[in-house]
């Protein structure tokens, strides 16, 4: 079942294919399509990811499923289109909390794979 920040979305309907990544890294970056005023320089889907991410450990469903569910992409495209998400200023500027909550999650898994982390 699709949330309501993720309602919104109309964007690309492939299942895992490679291209995928392409099409998620494209409607990430384009422009509002319709007029009017934003309430923040991020787009629809960005928005969508980050409020996803926000809400996610309410859901209990697989995480992957509710990405497929909700975005219909990839899992893989989805992580690649959060990963560089949470390195644009203009995420840390909508959402600063949940930002580097993300980014210290993922430092987090680098240090265990790495060897130096807990």
Do not use: C
Request: net charge positive.
């Amino acid at each position: 079942m699709k949330d309501a920040a993720a309602s919104t979305y109309d964007g690309p309907q492939g299942r895992g294919d490679d291209g995928d990544v392409v099409k998620v890294a494209q409607a990430a970056t384009r422009p509002s399509d319709h007029g009017g005023v934003r309430r923040s320089t991020l787009s629809e889907l960005e928005e969508s990811i980050l409020s996803f991410e926000r809400g996610h450990w309410r859901r209990g469903s697989s995480k992957d499923d509710a990405i497929r569910a909700a975005f219909g992409m990839s899992p893989t495209a989805y992580y690649l289109a959060l990963s560089r998400l949470i390195d644009s200023p203009e995420a840390a500027a909508y959402d600063p909390q949940l930002v580097q909550r993300l980014q210290r999650r993922i430092a987090e898994r680098a240090a265990r794979r790495s060897g130096n982390g807990p």
